[in-house]
């Protein structure tokens, strides 16, 4: 007898102790993240992932990065509600997503990346403008220069001499695309510019030879090399520099997105809620800085949080 | 009077310049291929080894620490300058420094410099100056770096705990959430459990390190972001042979860090090793079957020649061929009508209309039928014919003196054949760009979600990492090393499935002789 | 006497009836497979058809447009150009592939210009002067040189083979001249020593002793080169080639590609080609030796016309697999579509265009078609060449028998 009390005590433990428990529950999100999308944000969103799973031990992120073409058909067919993309959709994509929803993407900048001309460390070059980038990648000239440019007795004076070895990213990338709307005003790259799988090789590529001139994303700039300033028509001068960026000063500049399928009652899932929490936060900010991109302004970052319907930060 | 002998003349005649050239070119390819494999060696296994770090005081006062990694002439010809790894990005923005060398004054090895490895940002060079521990006490001076390695073993037990309760207890309950299969009790378990790893991870201890750079400047380091410690230029031999052999430990058993410039490359290994296995199963029936067919059942005529001519030159194709055939055929059109049919619900996201793991074994499986084709016949056709007629005599029908007598003659050319097969496998990377790995896949393509082994996940695979951290990586020059590492293993482990197969056939040859006879 | 009984007719009958179904299960089987390998040639070709006897909606296409110079929007003069992923508001995409199979040919002609000699005189030491043991260690030694990967080559050549050559132009210069110098000199010098020097060096094993003397040219080089770069190049090599010949010297050109491809081809046409000039009867070799000709005279009169088409067919074998190696030629040649007969020019295969462009491609598109047209260009040349090879070595085989009948 006594034992069917404790039995019965035992049961009613477990009940109040279940009822105590399910707030905690609700509050802790739990579950796997799945993404799709860019490449190029890959090892931002890694680290992303690897940050949430440490603050929620029971969160995971699942990445899928085949390139930003594949994130707003996954969006759309509803596998992912979450996309980072390095590129703006395009209207086609746009137009895609609404008719399926009835409301647009909710575009998140998440981070600002730029392209950055780069030359060897010993190489004196400081500026360029758009038609001598032009006369040296570009077959066509369409983006006003005269004439090629293969020599650098052309541009500078020094020790360095000779024939101008230029280098590029390999047709399928993004921060070629980029290259060519920006400095080639849509041409076409000359055939002899070598192309290389990564911005990683063309920094390489650049610090291994004084005759070398090539295009990468900042991330990737090391001492082997130094980085060009552009000049524009009016003849100032933009320094790839971090604030430049952040301002969008510096013109070769592209925002890092996350495209959200957020409905317009701003309900979004508790994982997702989480991971955008960090993103749009210091820490994720630092995470972005870490790798080499450039972080938001503040006043951004707190527009973008009203958004999304997320707490302001300072709170 | 002795005539003088000539034997220059007598020699000059005999030989000749022509000679002298071709001793000499097996002498260079000897050479080049010595060449080849003491670079990665060296290079590859080097990198584990805890290497001095140089304490360099310029001209103009600065100084740096770090490691001198290569040197390059300036341009003008005059003088040369040297890299170093100075670690510390977090501090100075970048981990390398160009020095000229006119401008050293004076390099040392102070035995104090300590190497931390942490992370977040590079590695950190420089000295420690104290330990803060969470009650405010300040260890400085001498026992100041025992207190370190101290707490820092600590620290790795109470990581090591977390990572147990995230992995065993965490991870299932939650995929059992996901699914809507939890019960009340599981629920109750799972938030237990994340309680318990906040509790731990706010139980870690918070100690501070104050480092210092060997240019002044302080930064205080929590010590949960460190993951090693070391001081190189104070470790005696055998402790640099232990830190060697822990190094290449954790490069085998680890994954990619720090987007391939650290950590390992087990998800690699653990890729080509399930591809190979898997392109095992496929390619042996197979090839057996054909090699059967073509030897033992087809009428031996000129369709026959023919054929197995057709067969052998198919070894020749490029590898790239057959990865163009297994994007078109395997990928675009069977995986594409397998997604229409059975995985239409997650479209347009593909599942099996991508490349993946069950497609790059098909497709290196098709690559290298020809060459087991191509073994078990050759083994099919030493085995006398007397052997065969033997048991016909006896009574049994073809079958049975196939299964029976001639196929467990043949097992070692068969296993010859699969060897080669995989040692080829292993190495082709051109057809595996087209049909399925991944840039990024630290998640392994078997875990403990069901069905346990997932055919349409991507995979990393050791040739195509070496490729990928060479262009695609976030800093090739600090990555260098850990290429050098992979491609030392990867051609370790082709080396030595190919000795295996040269055995192997060296033993059959001599088995077989004996059995014509 | 007993004899035992035959099994009853039911399991006879189940046994041939389990022998007919297995043999047609294997003939099924075998001719499956073997039209499974087959189909690779009948799926690129039935690909590619749609490219010339296509619609309208395509760019056009036609031989014309594939290999002859367009006067592209840009260009004044009719140019070669690839580029066939053009974004939209760029213009059309230009698919000359002249440039493509150019890169290809120039990447195998150069392999070949350094495999060839390099195994054609391995494989006449090996199989006239080597002595047997070492003969026996190297050859299995080469295999393994044939089985090392071409991505790990590829990365060697590409990043650490491109950037010293770089910089030490002038000692691979001085190297290419020292290195057969240095070795008629050590020819020399062997046939003047006295007979108690040689017993320790003897020719058979003279590969492996020339190893040191190889070294000792290679510090006299690297000793000799700035001298003679001063000297004769005015300090600069590399600005005394494109201020005389004009040439520019890119990082990644068709010589390290050549040098690492024909590192990788070089033990195939070894293997294959000591077999040819060792399969020769050795009564042949015998009787030009009893005519007093000395062992280098026999190879060439005798042993080389007789193995002639072994050797040959070595070669053929060699080329096939120097032009569909991609790894090598996608890590080390700049990847640049260019047309110059400059060796120390860029230059792009279409094994590693393919390699590049077809995950991007879209299926059923005029590029994707392309690439696959590339795939089967390679596919036909590398099949034909095979073939080939292959009916040369039989009628070989062939003449070897009745030559040792007669002999």
Known sequence: ?315 | MMTWRRPSRRAARSEGPWAWLAAGSVATSLALLALLLGLLAVRGLGHFWPAEVSLVALDDGRQLAGWAVKESPLPGGDGRERLYRTGNRDLDGAIWDWVDLDEIREVSHPSDLVVLERRRWSEFIGRLEAVETESGERISGESAWPALERRLTALEQHRASIERLRHQVIRPLVLRLEAGEASELERERLSAAQEQVREQQAALPKDILILETVDGRQLRQPLTEVTDALQPNAMGVGEKVVAWSQGVWRFLSEGPRAANTAGGVWPAIFGTVLMVVLMSIFVTPFGVLAAVYLNEVAHQGRLTHWVRIGVRNLAGVPSIVYGVFGLGVFVYGIGGHLDDWFFSSSLPSPTFGTGGLLWASLTLALLTLPVVIVATEEGLARIPESQREGALALGATRFEMLTRIVLPMAMPAMLTGVILAVARAAGEVAPLMLVGVAKLAPQVPVDGEFPFLHLDRKFMHLGYHIFDAAFHGGDVQAAMPLIYATALLLVLVILVLNLTAIFLRHHLRSRHGTLSK | MQHTPSPPPVRRHFRQTRDRLATALITAGGIGVIAAVMAIGVFLAVEVVPLFWSSSDAPRINLETLWLPQAYEGHEVPVHRWQPAMPEGGGEPRFGMLPLVWGTLEAAIWALVIAVPLALGAAAHSALFMSRRLRARLKPTLELMEAMPGVVIGFVAGLVLAPWLDDHLALGLTLLVMLPSGLLLAGGLWARLGARWRRPLPMGWAALWLLPWLLVCWFLSSWLSPVLEAWWFGGDLRAWLEVSLGLDYANRNAIIVGMAMGFAVMPSIYALAEDALSGVPKSLVEGAEALGATRWQSLWKVVLPAAGPGVLSAVMIGAGRAVGETMIVLMASGNTALMTASPLDGLRSMAASIAIELPEAVPGGTHYRLLLLAALLLFVFTFCVNTLAEVVRSRLRRRYRRMEGLG
């Open chain 1, 1 to 315: 007898m006594l034992s069917a009390i404790r039995q019965r005590l035992r049961v009613a433990l477990l009940v109040v102790g279940f009822v105590c428990a399910t707030p905690t529950l609700a509050e802790e999100p739990v579950g796997t993240l799945g993404t799709v999308g860019s490449d190029t944000m890959a090892g931002l969103m890694l680290r992303w992932g690897e940050q949430l799973a440490r603050q929620h031990p029971g969160m995971r992120l699942q990445l899928q990065a085949s390139g930003s073409a594949s994130a707003p058909p996954a969006l759309t067919a509803g596998t992912t509600l979450v996309g980072p993309m390095s590129r703006p959709m395009t209207e086609v994509e746009l137009s895609a997503f609404e008719r399926h929803y009835g409301y647009p993407p909710q575009a998140l900048v998440v981070a600002r990346d730029a392209l950055v001309v780069v030359v060897h460390r010993h190489n004196p070059l400081r500026s360029l403008d758009r038609p001598e980038l032009d006369a040296i990648f570009s077959d066509g000239r369409r983006c006003g220069a005269d004439d090629s440019m293969d020599r650098w007795s052309a541009l500078i004076e020094g020790d360095i001499q000779g024939h101008i070895m230029p280098h590029g990213r390999n047709a399928v990338s993004g921060t070629h695309e980029l290259f060519r709307r920006e400095a080639l005003c849509n041409g076409a790259f000359r055939p002899d510019v070598s192309e290389h799988p990564g911005s990683a090789a063309v920094v390489a590529a650049v610090a291994s030879d004084p005759r070398a001139i090539g295009y990468a994303g900042l991330n990737h700039l090391t001492p082997g090399v130094h980085s060009v300033a552009l000049r524009d028509d009016d003849g100032n001068v933009h320094r790839p520099e971090p604030s430049a960026v952040r301002s969008g000063d510096y013109p070769f500049t592209r925002d890092l997105r996350l495209y959200v399928n957020l409905p317009p009652d701003n309900a979004l899932p508790e994982v997702e809620r989480a991971f955008l929490d960090l993103v749009l936060s210091p820490e994720g900010q630092a995470i972005v800085e870490e790798l080499g991109f450039v972080a938001l302004p503040q006043a951004v970052l707190e527009r973008q949080r009203r958004d999304l319907g997320l707490e302001p930060l300072g709170s």
